[in-house]
């Protein structure tokens, strides 16, 4: 086990009272007071792109004892970060050690006569305020002629409330504001597309992206449509909005040096719990994404893996899938297509795009093969080698969609592998402990057994840290899914394999 001190830090930003509409337009230098408090104990809740972090913090009374009115719309930078790494008893306040931004949703204090008061608070990043926002109103829809930037400044000038007192159409106030200008593209993204580029013709004549909404939609889902329909990933990090390629969020290149090195979970070494849990209902199907082309009268079908990939996981599944052979019946063929599954998503034209929405569907759907939760009181995990240098992994830096590697038997596989004879192998593992018939298992299992790669993706990360206990208490839960190898990562339009069907 390392050595460290975790050390905490937060810093709440409160507004001085006064209407809404003031807090948000007055200068924040005249209007906030910034408090810096000791936080007691912490828990941070790193969720999946598709719901709001949050963190619960407590504090002492003379920290932050006032009126719980008074810090309600508080927003909070919390730091947490190891003393030892730098070289001190505190921590930086820098974006090393910055875990969470967020707004207050809920404060609480109390008292008791042995203890005095304390102070709790929750709070929720700005996914929150897009959720909330419900139903987004009409007049904030993107335009078919936006870029993506461009949407995401109109979705974010709509988030928020209506101000009674004003008249017009502006009586929107935004609670989004600090996040309108901080978009951050990942992957390689062609930001100079708009929205209108993937859907037919006549929809881009309506002007506005709302006709495939739901008029009680809220912002979020709003603005995940838009950059869905282009086959894109996106979600809150702190105090940015990222938007990203599912190739870049779930598929590493292997070949990249850059490509970060995910860290290693090895029971006995630096696993407290661990839990996992296979499931059945997603074996080996696929997905294939339909959706309408009104300019040409045809249906677009993108199948992923593709049907026809040379060692797609659709078409070589044993037992279940077969590979096509010529001079099948239509009812041979119909077991191959059986093994996807139909999902309609009109108003794409576009058959890159399609084909990267049915990547990102199947990168979605497969992650629920296998889930667990692994446990861990180390701030560091080694990493693998970049060349002869080891590396170490900040685990509270870690977000849904990285990578982690879990090995709960890494010696025994190592050992068996240098056996040659079954039977050696059996013994093997009754020696240590195994009962006979489950070694057996194992041992036939061991060649398909040794594709399965120990590497899966982090769903989220559940931090606990109390300074108020004997030495200090330091867990983290991560959350994790089965990371499946999917061949055929779209480069160009020589990698893209879609089908159009004619509906004539």
Known sequence: MSFFKPRMRAILTVPIFGSSRQKTEEDKGRTTQNIDVM????????????????????????????????LKNATIDFYVGDAVSYGSDDIPLDHTTLRFVGVAIKVTRI?????????????????????????????????????????????????????????????????????????????????????????????????????????????WTV?????????????????QCVVTTSAAYYIDDPNNPDRPKPPKMIWGKNILSLEETAHGEFEGKGVCITSYDYNNETTLEAYWPPRDQKHSPILTKRVVAHKLRKGE??????????????????????????????QRAYDERSRQELTGTVRTSEFFIDASLIGNVSTKVDI????????????????????????????????????????????????????AFSSLQPTYHVRGIHMNLDSDA????????????NRIQVDGEIKNDEDIRVQSVSTS
């Not at 003379?62 to 008074?70: A, H, K, L, Q, Y």
């Not at 200008?181 to 013709?201: M, Y």
């Open 223 to 239: 603005w995940s449509r838009c950059v869905g329909s282009l086959g894109l990933i996106t979600f809150i990090d702190r105090d």
């Open 329 to 358: 019946s239509a009812a041979d063929q119909a077991i191959q297509t059986n093994r996807y599954d139909f999902i309609e998503y009109n108003g794409v034209t576009d058959q890159g795009t399609l084909l990267a929405i049915a």
């Open 470 to 481: 004997d030495g200090g208490n330091f867990e983290v839960d991560i959350s994790f899914c």
């Open 111 to 219: 008292g008791k006569d042995d203890t005095g008061f304390v102070v709790d608070m929750t709070f929720k990043d700005y996914t929150y305020f897009f959720l909330k926002s419900k139903p987004f109103p009409a007049e904030g829809y993107p335009l078919f002629s936006d870029k993506l930037s461009d949407a995401w400044e109109r979705v974010c000038d709509h988030t928020g409330w209506e101000d009674p007192s004003v008249e017009g159409d502006n009586k929107i106030v935004s609670c989004v504001t600090d996040l309108r200008d901080s978009i951050v593209f990942e992957g390689n993204i062609d930001t100079s597309r708009t929205l209108g580029s993937v859907v037919p013709k006549r929809y881009a004549k309506l002007g506005k992206y709302d006709s495939s909404i739901e008029r009680t939609a809220d912002a």
């Open 396 to 447: 509270l830096s870690l977000r849904s969609g990285d990578e982690i590697q879990i090995a709960v038997d890494p010696f025994n596989r190592e050992v068996l592998s240098s056996i040659s004879n079954r039977n050696d192998r059996v013994a093997y593992l009754v020696s240590k402990g195994y009962k006979e018939d489950i070694a057996n298992l194992i041992v036939m299992n061991m060649e």
């Open 39 to 70: 936080v007691r104990r912490a828990s941070l809740t790193k969720n999946d792109h598709n719901q709001a972090d949050e963190l619960d913090i407590s504090f002492e009374w003379m920290d932050g004892g006032v009126d719980p009115r008074f």
